[in-house]
């Protein structure tokens, strides 16, 4: 985490904190805690991190053989 150079926060006028989330760098206030972000980066944040939520695909699988032993019984 580094210092933005000049770049107050708009609501406190702390100097921000550069930092880097999943490859994309944002600035944050320490002390409000709010975070700034420059055009198209929330767009690949929200990409990237549903690319690595996404489930891995996989072929079907077939249901589990019967137990041994294992005979359904007919109710009358």
């Given at each position: 985490?580094?210092?933005?150079?000049?770049?107050?926060?708009?609501?406190?006028?702390?100097?921000?904190?550069?930092?880097?989330?999943?490859?994309?760098?944002?600035?944050?206030?320490?002390?409000?805690r709010g975070v700034w972000l420059d055009r198209g980066e929330l767009d690949k944040i929200i990409e990237r991190s549903a690319a690595d939520t996404a489930p891995a695909r996989s072929a079907p699988q077939a249901p589990p053989p019967p137990q041994p032993g294992y005979a359904p019984q007919a109710h009358p």
């Open positions: 985490m580094t210092q933005a150079a000049g770049m107050p926060c708009p609501v406190c006028q702390v100097p921000l904190v550069m930092s880097d989330r999943q490859g994309v760098e944002i600035d944050y206030c320490p002390q409000c």
